[in-house]
């Protein structure tokens, strides 16, 4: 590598306790901040419905420039789907495939796979919208399907990923969301038949049975439990 372009050596050590402390802290004020910021966006006071105002509070969360359009008919089904459990008054489940692991680049991630300060940040963000909607409508909670089982050619052995959905598991509680968000077992969700579909379909079946798993388990409970999302085949 010529001169100059190289990183400068940086020797690796372990954070204190305290540091740890300290980051965790600013996480979570920030997430208390995002929250307030949902809330209180015009599109969202405007809204009258409960489902419009949850269907702006997402796009809200979900855009990084504001002055993003959504796609008119992604919109539309966004309500739909937002319409069936609200109108009904049943449980609210948000599904989103994510997590699992880190892009095998060592480069990028210096080869670690359990999650990191990047997982505590994208957790903040999460709560934070997860907290916005509750403040409209109290039966919602967080579904994340960890979607690296579905990529083993991308080097995600099923050991990592269990030890990345764990540990996933365990800073959520950090964040208040114990009982909020529930993690997938991905594993026992995916079709036995997957690799002869695509992975898209695949993806698609994985998420409608863990959503459907977290429904039912809500309805039959009558709130959102902590417990983790079982294959229900």
């Known amino acids: 590598m010529a001169e100059g372009r190289a990183l400068p050596a940086i020797p690796k050590r372990t954070a204190s306790d305290e540091e740890l402390a300290g980051v965790s802290s600013e996480i979570l004020s920030i997430a208390k901040l995002r929250t307030n910021e949902l809330i209180s966006g015009k599109k969202v006071k405007e809204a009258r ?9 997402l796009l809200r969360g979900s855009m990084n420039r504001p002055s993003v359009v959504p ?9 739909s789907q937002v319409g069936l459990a609200t109108e009904a008054g049943g449980p609210l489940v948000i599904a989103i495939p994510l997590g699992g692991g880190k892009a095998p680049v060592t480069l990028k991630t210096a080869g670690v796979n359990l999650p990191d300060n990047s997982e505590r940040l994208m ?8 907290e916005a909607v509750r403040d ?3 039966r919602t909670s967080l579904l994340m399907v960890p979607d690296a089982p579905l990529h083993e050619d991308f080097g995600f052995d099923p050991a990592s990923v269990a030890a990345h959905i764990q540990r996933l598991r365990t800073m959520s509680a950090t964040f208040g969301l114990d009982g ?11 079709p036995s038949d997957l690799y002869r579909t695509t992975i898209e379909d695949g993806e698609h079946e994985v998420l409608r049975r863990a959503r459907q798993s977290v429904t039912e388990a809500a309805h039959s409970t009558g709130h959102q439990s902590g417990k983790d999302v079982q294959n229900r085949r």
Not at 71 to 79: I, K, N, P, S, Y
Not at 180 to 190: F, G, N, P, S
């Open 136 to 138: 409209t409508y109290p």
């Open 123 to 130: 957790l903040a963000h999460l709560a934070a919208m997860v």
């Open 180 to 190: 909020m968000l529930h993690v997938a077992d991905t594993a026992r969700l995916i």
């Open 71 to 79: 796609d008119a008919a992604a919109r539309q089904a966004l309500e």
């Open 49 to 57: 419905a409960t489902t419009q105002r949850i269907v702006e509070i």
